[in-house]
Structure formats: structure tokens, C-alpha cells
């Protein structure tokens, strides 16, 4: 259905390469005969998310940090392509530190475009956020209807768009902007306190844990399985459509699952390795601050102007991950 033949012998810069996203966009793009560079400084991508690579020819690593202008114009360096994944995720992570947060998504952003912009990158693809959609009730999430941020992590996430709309109207520099909705799959972090809800309660239920889920269970995300999110990445970087440029796309399936369901679904993948899972019992903490209430998206401008047709639903994704998790994790 989709040919990415565009991308062969393409140079394409990966921040955050050595990330859960991130790794699996460098894997995608070194499947298409793509020369992928990828800058991560670590501080959450793992080396081992890139080891299979380093053999690689058409894979080059660059350790550093994307707040330190001169990184990311080595990295820019006769690149055709970035996809800007480098962030500091997580709601609660930038309410407990809004600064490094800030510095990292904002400023680190503003100095990857400036260093795009100057090696004269043809297109900047950036992971943003469906945080941006804040306090808006309206479902589903549509791209130009926004309310306001609930946290520093989804301010950042706006600013970034903001920057990026600006840089076309000023520099005539084409961007793309991703709206991640709840991503989960292979080489997502069960670990840390930062922990994602899917491989944290995949990891948890492994070994026998009650998890405990904030609130009553009933807050509803779009989960999104990673390869609907390299799918998007992918077309939007060899998307000829000229109308598809300089927009920002809900990158999701369409579909809402409250986190009650989501542990049942778990539980019943799980249960098919260890039946004993089938049988823990979950615990209700409190609602965590800075959380959207539910979360749903309207793919219809992907599909309409990028072509976008996600394989995966969320319980297809979830087998596979479940799958992936319990060969690579026991």
C-alpha cells in the first residue's frame, strides 16, 4: 500500500534516537536503505535500543545534547531530513522540574530548528504532543480546536508548534508536527518513576504486583501502538503533497479505552504466558495532577492529506507488546 523508496540513500538526522520512538524510527529508516545519524545524550535513551545498529554502515551515533547549539549544527551537517524526537516526557516529571523541562523541549527545540534551518534541512518532522489539547472537553480531539495546558510538559509541547509555525512565516522553513497520543510498544521503559502505564503495569503484573491505577479507572486514552507512530513519521517525511506541510497531525488510532479496560486486556494477554495473572487484583490511588480526563483523536486530516490508514487498533498493538515484553523481559 505504501511505497518509501523515496527514502533510500536519504540522510536523515533521528533526535532521540537511542529512545523508545526514536529506536524505532532508526530501525524503520534503516530498513528503507536510509543513512540515519542519531543524537541522544542517554539521559532516558538506552544504548541497548541502538546496539543492533552500531554494525551498521548507514548508522552513525552522535552522543549529545540538544540544549548546546553546536551539537546540533554538527548533527544538521548535509542532512536531508530530521525527525525531532529529543524531549523530556512525562506530565509529572515537569511539574516536579518545569525548568529542565522547559530548557530541554523548548530550548532544545528552538536550537534543532535553527540548526535545520541553517544546514538547509529540506523538512523538520517533530514529535508534539496531544497534551496541547489541555482543558478542552470537546471529543473527539480535533487539530484546531485546543484548550488550555494543564501541566509544564504540555506548554512546552505548544510553544514547540508555535516555533515551528513561526519559522515558515518567517524563514520559509518546512516543518511537520506529530501529535503523539499515548504510544506504547516494544522498547517503551517499564522502569523509573516516570514509567509509561502500559509497560509499567505489563511489568508489574509479570512479577505478581498489584498496579495501582489513579482515580476510579474510568479516564479514557487513544493508545496508539509505535508502528501506526513510524507509519506517520514515514509519510510525513516523503509525503509529496505540498498542502500536507507546515501542519501539525493527530497521530493515533481513533479509538478510546478507559484504564479499567485496559487492565482487563492486559490481564487476559498476560494470563495466556501465566495464568496466575488472571487473578490479581488492582489498587485505586488518587487522580494525578496535570492529567486529561480523556483522550481521543480525529485522524481524519491524516488520512485525508497524508494518507494515513493505521494498521494497528489498540488490542492489536497490545498483543504484540504483551508478546514483546514477556520474551524480553522475563
Same mark, same amino acid.
Given at each position: 500500500?505504501?511505497?518509501?523508496?523515496? =527514502?533510500?540513500?536519504?540522510?536523515?538526522?533521528?533526535?532521540?534516537?537511542?529512545?523508545?520512538?526514536?529506536?524505532? /524510527?532508526?530501525?524503520?529508516?534503516?530498513?528503507?536503505?536510509?543513512?540515519?545519524?542519531?543524537?541522544?545524550?542517554?539521559?532516558?535513551?538506552?544504548?541497548?535500543?541502538?546496539?543492533?545498529?552500531? *554494525?551498521?554502515?548507514?548508522?552513525?551515533?552522535?552522543?549529545?545534547?540538544?540544549?548546546?547549539?553546536?551539537?546540533?549544527?554538527?548533527?544538521?551537517?548535509?542532512?536531508?531530513?530530521?525527525?525531532?524526537?529529543?524531549?523530556?516526557?512525562?506530565?509529572?516529571?515537569?511539574?516536579?522540574?518545569?525548568?529542565?523541562?522547559?530548557? @530541554?523541549? #523548548?530550548?532544545?527545540?528552538?536550537?534543532?530548528? @535553527?540548526?535545520?534551518?541553517?544546514? *538547509? #534541512?529540506?523538512?523538520?518532522?517533530?514529535?508534539?504532543?496531544?497534551?496541547?489539547?489541555?482543558?478542552?472537553?470537546?471529543?473527539?480531539?480535533?487539530?484546531?480546536?485546543?484548550?488550555?495546558?494543564?501541566?509544564?510538559?504540555?506548554?512546552?509541547?505548544?510553544?514547540?508548534?508555535?516555533?515551528?509555525?513561526?519559522?515558515? +512565516?518567517?524563514?520559509?522553513?518546512?516543518?511537520?508536527? /506529530?501529535?503523539?497520543?499515548? #504510544?506504547? *510498544?516494544?522498547?517503551?521503559?517499564?522502569?523509573?518513576?516516570?514509567?509509561? #502505564?502500559?509497560?509499567?503495569?505489563?511489568?508489574?503484573?509479570?512479577?505478581?504486583?498489584?498496579?495501582?491505577?489513579?482515580?476510579?479507572?474510568?479516564?479514557? +486514552?487513544?493508545?496508539?501502538?509505535?508502528?501506526?507512530?513510524?507509519?506517520?513519521?514515514?509519510?510525513?517525511?516523503?509525503?509529496?503533497?505540498?498542502?500536507?506541510?507546515?501542519?501539525?497531525?493527530?497521530?493515533?488510532?481513533?479509538?478510546?479505552?478507559?484504564?479499567?479496560?485496559?487492565?482487563?486486556?492486559?490481564?487476559?494477554?498476560?494470563?495466556?504466558?501465566?495464568?496466575?495473572?488472571?487473578?490479581?487484583?488492582?489498587?485505586?490511588?488518587?487522580?494525578?495532577?496535570?492529567?486529561?480526563?480523556?483522550? =481521543?483523536?480525529?485522524?481524519?486530516?491524516?488520512?485525508?492529506?497524508?494518507?494515513?490508514?493505521?494498521?494497528?487498533?489498540?488490542?492489536?498493538?497490545?498483543?504484540?507488546? @504483551?508478546?514483546?515484553?514477556?520474551?524480553? =523481559?522475563?
Amino acid at each position: 500500500m505504501y511505497d518509501f523508496q523515496t =527514502l533510500k540513500g536519504k540522510k536523515i538526522l533521528v533526535t532521540g534516537g537511542a529512545g523508545f520512538i526514536g529506536s524505532n /524510527l532508526c530501525e524503520a529508516l534503516l530498513e528503507q536503505e536510509a543513512w540515519v545519524t542519531c543524537l541522544d545524550n542517554f539521559a532516558t535513551g538506552k544504548r541497548e535500543n541502538i546496539a543492533p545498529f552500531l *554494525g551498521n554502515d548507514h548508522f552513525t551515533l552522535i552522543e549529545g545534547d540538544i540544549r548546546d547549539l553546536d551539537t546540533c549544527k554538527k548533527a544538521c551537517e548535509h542532512k536531508d531530513f530530521v525527525l525531532h524526537q529529543a524531549a523530556l516526557g512525562s506530565v509529572p516529571r515537569s511539574i516536579n522540574d518545569p525548568v529542565t523541562s522547559n530548557e @530541554v523541549n #523548548v530550548g532544545g527545540f528552538l536550537k534543532m530548528l @535553527v540548526a535545520a534551518k541553517d544546514a *538547509g #534541512v529540506q523538512r523538520f518532522i517533530y514529535a508534539a504532543s496531544s497534551s496541547t489539547y489541555g482543558d478542552s472537553e470537546s471529543l473527539p480531539k480535533v487539530e484546531d480546536i485546543i484548550g488550555k495546558p494543564l501541566s509544564p510538559y504540555a506548554i512546552t509541547k505548544y510553544v514547540d508548534e508555535l516555533y515551528a509555525d513561526v519559522f515558515k +512565516r518567517t524563514y520559509d522553513f518546512d516543518t511537520i508536527g /506529530l501529535r503523539y497520543f499515548n #504510544v506504547f *510498544g516494544r522498547r517503551q521503559d517499564p522502569k523509573g518513576a516516570y514509567a509509561a #502505564v502500559i509497560p509499567k503495569f505489563v511489568m508489574q503484573f509479570m512479577t505478581h504486583e498489584s498496579p495501582t491505577i489513579n482515580g476510579g479507572g474510568e479516564y479514557s +486514552r487513544d493508545f496508539t501502538y509505535i508502528d501506526n507512530v513510524v507509519l506517520m513519521n514515514l509519510l510525513a517525511l516523503s509525503s509529496d503533497n505540498t498542502e500536507a506541510l507546515n501542519q501539525v497531525y493527530n497521530t493515533a488510532f481513533g479509538e478510546r479505552t478507559t484504564l479499567n479496560d485496559l487492565v482487563q486486556y492486559l490481564k487476559e494477554y498476560l494470563a495466556e504466558f501465566d495464568p496466575k495473572i488472571a487473578d490479581i487484583e488492582v489498587q485505586y490511588g488518587e487522580y494525578r495532577k496535570g492529567d486529561v480526563p480523556h483522550s =481521543l483523536a480525529s485522524i481524519d486530516k491524516a488520512k485525508n492529506l497524508l494518507n494515513y490508514n493505521p494498521k494497528f487498533s489498540m488490542k492489536d498493538g497490545l498483543k504484540e507488546a @504483551v508478546t514483546w515484553y514477556w520474551n524480553n =523481559l522475563k
